[in-house]
């Protein structure tokens, strides 16, 4: 039975990230698992980096009416993630365009001393399970496989039609939604992107791999580590590679000005050749999280990215402000409670920090 109130799990104090169970994919050539419009449902946490990246990506690909979205309240508790009880919520449940409602974009530290984790405000905390009106994630886990045994995690990408788990793993997630499996029934108001285009493929694999281990899951090693010396070496890990996004963006920075002069310049600011790629949805994540959850609740700070990285927190400010997927993914209203009130380890009193303020400085 897995601890869920230990996060560290290994001898020394370093926190290991289990591996996803369910692996597979979505293609015409598949046995089960075809193509279809409404035949897919995502299963996600808006404070959840991981899910976040398979939202940002099935708004970029025009995938909003292809692919449902159901939304666990944003506090985890003992047992996991939740949904919002079915009874509550039936009645006000308001959808957006992205599935979900929420207050995205909201950049104002909103006070959160009259919230409390049992709150129940349908499509603000989270929405129920639309499929089953189930309390949990975990009964999804058990639906798909009744001798499931690992963590329940989010995203889910569930198959309406078998009633089963197609994947469980957001990096591939994304791969299936890029791969254009759904580009027949994707928005045509939506300006078909690929965000792995061949000839950079390698280049993306190449930064993913170290963003991965050293900045997406190298703040968790900093924010679970139960020992100092493990902290000590995963946060000054974690500045370190965060210095290596700022100098390539640095570089990046100067030839857009070169090229399209300053006022234009940083709308060109990405991590791969003036392109959105995997890579910078990969990256956003993480970085849109770090001055008001990583800094203080992972223990990141030794800066902040807006004090100390002044071409990464550019290319933050570009892509929340002058792009809807990014920008209507973002609820810092999630991202902030969940950290702050599920870690009790961490934080044992869940007090949640009001700044910074403004969340993210405007462009
Ligand atoms: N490898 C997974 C990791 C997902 C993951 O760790 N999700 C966390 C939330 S940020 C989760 O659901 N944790 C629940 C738990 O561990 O009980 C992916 O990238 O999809």
Redesign the pocket.
């Known amino acids: 039975m897995t601890d ?1 109130t230990k996060w560290a799990n290994s001898e020394d104090g370093s926190f290991k ?1 289990q591996a ?1 169970t369910f692996r597979d994919t979505i293609s015409p050539s598949h046995s089960v698992f075809k193509p279809a419009k409404g035949r897919y449902w995502l299963y996600v ?1 808006l ?5 976040h990246r398979t939202l940002i990506t099935r708004a970029l690909k025009g995938l909003t009416s292809v692919i449902g979205v159901s939304v666990v309240h944003w506090h ?1 508790d003992t047992q ?2 939740r949904f919002l009880p079915y009874e509550e919520s039936t009645k006000g449940e308001y959808k957006s365009p992205y599935g979900f409602s929420g207050v995205p974009g909201e950049t104002h530290s909103n006070p959160t001393s009259g919230i409390r984790n049992d709150s129940v405000r349908p499509g603000v905390d989270g929405t129920i399970d639309h499929n089953y009106h189930y309390k949990r994630i975990s009964e999804l886990y058990y639906k798909a496989n009744p001798d499931y045994s690992a ?5 889910v990408l569930w198959d309406l039609e078998t009633q089963t788990i197609v994947n ?4 591939e ?1 994304i791969r299936i939604f890029n791969s254009g499996v759904f580009d027949e029934f994707a928005d045509p108001k939506v300006e078909p992107i690929d965000l792995l285009p061949s000839d950079l493929e390698s280049q993306i694999d190449e930064i993913n791999s170290w963003v991965y281990d050293n900045v997406n899951n190298g703040v968790y090693k900093s924010g679970f580590a139960e020992s100092q010396e493990v902290y000590e070496k995963q946060v000054s890990n974690v500045f370190e590679h965060v210095q290596k996004l700022e100098n390539i963006l640095r570089v990046n920075y100067e030839r857009a000005v070169d090229k399209y002069g300053e006022k234009d310049a940083a709308s060109k600011l990405f991590l791969l050749n003036e392109q959105l790629t995997e890579a910078d949805v990969r990256l956003y994540p993480t970085i849109v999280r770090f001055d008001p959850v990583y800094v203080q609740h992972f223990k990141c700070n030794l800066s902040t990215v807006r004090g100390g990285f002044k071409h990464l927190d550019l290319w933050l400010r570009n892509l929340y402000w002058n792009n809807d997927a990014f920008h209507e993914t973002t609820n810092f209203d999630h991202i902030k409670l969940h950290y702050t009130r599920s870690h009790p380890r961490v934080n044992p009193l869940g007090i949640t920090p009001l700044g910074p303020d403004p969340v993210i400085l405007p462009f």
Do not use: L
């Not at 404070?47 to 899910?51: E, H, L, M, V």
């Not at 963590?151 to 995203?155: C, D, I, L, S, Y």
């Open positions: 869920r990230r996803s946490s404070a959840c980096p991981w899910a985890m996991g993630w963590r329940f995690t989010v995203p469980n793993e957001s990096s997630i």
